[in-house]
């Protein structure tokens, strides 16, 4: 296509990227196998030092960022696709490129999308570039001919805020689509944890094996859950979205007051895994990665196990070894034991997504 091209070098940034490339020694090189040369090893290593931080230059270096205009605005289409390197769930930025009073051309960012069906157009003609579609997560209205720019994120968000259950609520997810490139748009894998510390009274103390547990009849008494599992969200109105959690939780409950029966204890607690679902409701506040959230969701536990604390031991001749924990399954729920223990709870939360 072009006789003769010059064009201009400039330094951006320099990188260390450790890389390794292996060859056989002589002697084990089997038949048809050709010993690498020098140049050949020195290729490897430039190679697999470009693969390694080419992820890191298309996040930090604009010129490495994909940019192209939008064709079509419903659904929001661009003409770039696999041969670019584009993948579901990949974030692009949309700019508005206006002309002031002084003739200055300044860019405004208008919105945020991420992909979600990629065109192969790896063997598309020059010209005749199929088309990829996104969706909007955030900002104002998008037209024809505004311009994409790759802006790449880790696909990552980190939550806290306030439960009802009386306490504190962090969480974590992952957009599984991004990391693993999933037919599915906005689905993420989570985890939360929630403490509280509410005070209970009238509960009906368990009994162990070896001992009579030390719980109080009254009291202030440690609560925390543990949920993991996956969270469907569905963009709309470009700035809202909304969620379901399906997952599996685990809690355990201790108290710092015991009523001492002179028996050596370590780690006395009740704890149960049930299931574990929510529904949520979110906007974008000030900018796409930063939302505020409200959910309602339930924590549905099985039979109740309680850990004593204390060590059971076993006589091997005249040798006491110590072999585990005591801990046995109680047949109660919950319920049973923490008259008017709360199974639903709303949280209100702040997420920041990177």
């Known amino acids: ?74 659904p929001i289409s661009a003409k770039i696709g696999k041969k670019e390197g584009l993948t579901r769930e990949r974030r692009y930025f949309v700019w508005q490129y206006i002309e002031n009073r002084s003739g200055k051309v300044l860019a405004k960012k208008k919105g945020v999308v991420r992909a979600s069906k990629v065109a192969d157009n790896r063997e ?12 909007q997560v955030g900002g104002s209205k998008i037209r024809n001919g505004m311009i994409l720019q790759e802006r790449k994120d880790l696909g990552m968000g980190i939550t806290g805020g306030y439960s009802s259950m009386g306490g504190g609520y962090f969480g974590v997810d992952l957009n599984a689509g991004q990391w693993f490139k999933l037919p599915i748009r906005q689905l993420k894998l989570y985890a939360e944890w929630v403490w509280s510390s509410p005070e209970y009274q009238n509960i009906t103390p368990v009994e162990g094996l070896t001992a009579t547990s030390t719980m109080p009849e009254s009291g202030i008494y440690d609560e925390a859950k543990m949920s993991f599992g996956v969270l469907k969200e569905f963009p709309f109105a470009r700035n809202f979205h909304v969620g379901a959690y399906a997952g599996f939780t685990f809690e355990t409950v201790t108290w710092a007051d015991k009523t001492d029966d002179g ?15 929510a529904i949520k409701i979110g906007m974008n506040l000030f900018s796409h990665n ?31 070894k110590e072999v585990e ?10 319920t049973d034991i923490f008259p008017g223990k709360e199974t639903f709870c709303f949280n209100v939360t702040l997420r920041i997504t990177f």
């Open 1 to 74: 296509i072009y006789n003769d091209v010059h064009t201009s070098v400039e330094y951006v940034i320099a990188r260390k990227v450790k890389v390794n490339a292996t060859v056989s020694k002589s002697r084990e090189i089997k038949k048809n196998l050709v010993k690498k040369t020098k140049a050949q090893l020195a290729k490897d290593f430039v190679n697999e030092g470009i693969v390694k931080e080419l992820n890191n230059w298309e996040r930090k270096i604009e010129g490495f960022c994909v940019k192209t205009p939008v064709t079509n605005a419903h």
């Open 124 to 135: 598309d003609k020059l010209g005749q570039t199929q088309t990829s579609n996104f969706y």
């Open 263 to 277: 028996i050596e204890r370590d780690g006395e607690g009740l704890s149960s895994g049930g299931l574990h679902w």
């Open 290 to 320: 930063i939302q505020l959230s409200g959910s309602f969701g339930g924590y549905h536990y099985g039979e109740v196990g309680y850990s004593s604390g204390i060590m059971i031991t076993e006589f091997d001749g005249n040798i006491e």
């Open 325 to 334: 924990e005591e801990y046995i399954l109680l047949g109660k729920n919950w």
